[in-house]
């Protein structure tokens, strides 16, 4: 019996290392079972053929503490499918790193706190107490104008003493906390809420907010049961447990953090079902101005929201309505390098009651500075992966939130909520005059010369002729060599300087099947809704970046009768196909594989077949 139970964990696909690094057995029984089930608390490092490399780290521990994930349940999975016993040291780490997660609390500070405080002379008089129980106050606006300009205080407070005196200890730290009477205890301004939670997790210490936050502006909105043009509108099962995994019920520690779903699954549906859910004005903030318009269009659609309540506020209208749709880029946009940002006044003016930061991934860097000050408000960040190539993954989720419901993308596929894929990597040759110029170049105009490889064009007009079936989206990153690609195919280019008008139009013209071929650059990666595209060819991309690739892949994943085809073409023995590498971990992680075909003429693709299944990175 003994020798069975031995033969069978030897079948399993994990190897759980001292170093807490995890290697995976793709070819094991249990490696798509094994996969779903380290999604929630770890994190892919790399994909090759056979071995894939996963790695524990604090952050995706905290993510799943938060989301109701147990450090004991991580444990529970590594033990089911490690073929070798787990590392004692690696569970031990495990529970103390999860369990830090609620060591520290944010919570409202006390009136008798505060005028302790006042008295002992750490503070000035004019200090407003956060109301402990969020209650509607009918003199509250009284209250609001009387105490304009006053500060307002939070509590810190450690578990226990070493944790207090460890904080206590850090010199960054002392401009922003203040030691008080509660035992084990700071305080702090609202101001700061955002600041120290973010230099916090820096430290290694993730806080737990608990301070209620506050009811915004009220605003009738519901759901309609039918769309504008007649069907039924049904919200999908893992949509509502997304909303109320953020909603909560409404008390401390609710109504912040971040969704986590693929490309094409309706996370505009999960934002507007949220928003139905609190009833409150709303701010949303999205990637451009092509995906400003399809959220309103959808606010229109599906909501009881009329068009004369939202407003756009974009470089090409600034206005401020119950429901404000912005773009990223307005709100950075300043006069020179050093002034202020004009635009983060759309923060203040109006008593929001829920921020949506769309494609919360790309929440730039300044943004981050006004989302610090703003965490009395409701907010949820939509995404489908929270992979950063700039490493602030950190920031994410001590500001907007943590990660509160994710779902893998290929549990989505087999219900049929998004369309099944195939990803193709094709490899091909430099041509032999452009490979003395790459030896001698540098290293970043290594990467250009890779991508432009004049022998994709050749492929691309194959790809199109081949599957003239599919409704195909050219991606690239490099203008001269999108134009060409258009100009050989004589179809519609849009790039960052077409106008928005134009874009509309296009966009319009390829749902409705006027057009079949589209060249998109970069400005198509994200936040573009364009559901009948079944075939995506990228020609060029940003570098290494996981989240590009990720985010191209799900432009064609809009559930559908045909299965979606995604070609990655790749200049053989060129940094491009080291950056390729790296660009398709995310996707590895969420159980894709591309199927590798070195090109020598167009019968190369032969090999393709409607029903063909995928290798496991093999080479054909």
């Known amino acids: 019996m003994q ?52 790695r524990l780290t604090p952050l995706s521990l905290w993510n799943a503490t938060s989301a109701g994930f147990t450090y004991q ?80 205080y939070l509590l810190l407070v450690a578990e226990t003493k070493p944790i207090y005196k460890q904080i206590n200890a850090n010199v960054q730290l002392r401009k922003y906390l203040t030691p008080c009477q509660v035992e084990n205890a700071f305080i702090l301004l609202l101001t700061d809420r955002g600041t120290i939670k973010q230099k916090l997790i820096e430290l290694g210490w993730p806080v737990k907010d608990e301070v209620p936050l506050r009811d915004g502006e009220p605003l009738d909105v519901s759901l309609n049961e039918k ?49 139905s859910m609190l009833k409150t004005s709303t701010l949303i903030i999205t990637t451009n101005i092509t995906s400003v318009h399809q959220w309103i269009d959808e606010l229109v659609d599906k909501t009881n929201i009329p068009r004369d309540m939202i407003a756009e506020y974009t470089g090409e209208s600034k206005t401020i309505k119950p429901v404000t749709v912005a773009t990223y880029q307005i709100l950075t946009w300043r006069p020179d390098k050093v002034g202020p940002y004009p635009h983060f006044s759309i923060f203040r003016d109006r008593p929001w009651g829920l921020i949506i930061y769309d494609e919360v991934h790309l929440l730039p860097a300044p943004v981050f500075r006004v989302v610090a000050e703003l965490q009395a408000v409701r907010r949820v960040g939509l995404t489908a992966t929270l992979v950063r190539e700039d490493n602030c993954q950190g920031y994410v989720f001590s500001l907007v939130g ?53 022998v994709k064009i050749k492929i691309v007009s194959e790809l199109v002729e081949r599957f003239n079936e599919d409704k195909i989206l050219i991606i690239g990153q490099y203008l001269d060599q999108l134009e060409e690609i258009a100009a050989l195919l004589k179809v519609p280019l849009i790039t960052g300087k077409t106008p928005n008008s134009v874009r509309d139009q296009i966009y319009g013209d390829f749902k409705s099947g006027k057009v079949r071929v589209l060249v998109v650059s970069k400005v198509a990666n994200f936040a573009v809704d364009l559901p009948d595209a079944s075939m995506a060819i990228q020609v060029s991309g940003t570098f290494g970046s996981r989240q590009e690739e990720a985010q191209r892949l799900g432009r064609i994943l809009r559930p559908k009768e045909r299965t979606s085809r995604f070609f990655t073409l790749i200049s053989r023995s060129t940094v491009e196909e080291d950056f390729g590498s790296n660009r398709q971990k995310f996707l590895a992680e969420q159980g894709y594989s591309y199927r590798i075909i070195k090109y020598a003429d167009a019968s190369s693709f032969d090999v393709i077949k409607d029903d063909f299944a995928l290798c496991h990175n093999g080479e054909i």
């Open 227 to 275: 769309t504008s043009s007649g069907k039924d509108f049904v919200i999908r099962n893992y949509q509502t447990e997304a909303a109320k995994a953020i909603v909560g019920d409404k008390g401390p520690g609710t109504g912040f953090g971040t969704i986590v779903l693929p490309c094409g699954a309706g996370k505009t549906i999960v934002g507007m079902t949220i928003m």
């Open 402 to 454: 943590p990660k509160r419901y994710d779902v893998p993308w290929k549990e989505l596929e087999h219900t049929g909520w998004i369309a099944k894929a195939e990803c193709v990597e094709v490899r091909l040759d430099l041509p032999t005059d452009r490979e003395l110029e790459y030896a001698v170049a540098p290293a970043r105009e290594k990467h250009r010369i890779a991508c432009e490889n004049p």
């Open 3 to 54: 020798n069975n139970f031995d033969a069978q964990k030897m079948m399993n696909p994990l190897i759980v290392q001292s170093d807490r690094s995890i290697l995976m057995d793709v070819h094991a029984p249990l490696a798509d079972e094994c996969r779903n089930a380290l999604i929630p608390f770890a994190e892919l490092e790399r994909s090759p053929e056979h071995l894939h490399t996963y």
């Open 73 to 152: 349940d991580a444990i529970d999975v590594l033990r089911k499918y490690s073929r070798f016993d787990v590392p004692q040291s690696v569970e031990v780490w495990i529970e103390e790193t999860a369990g830090r997660f609620g060591k520290l609390r944010m919570i409202p500070a006390p009136c008798e706190v505060v005028e302790f405080e006042k008295k002992a002379g750490h503070f000035p008089d004019d200090v407003v107490v956060i109301n402990p129980g969020n209650q509607v106050d009918p003199c509250e606006e009284e209250k609001k104008k009387k105490n304009q300009g006053k500060e307002e």
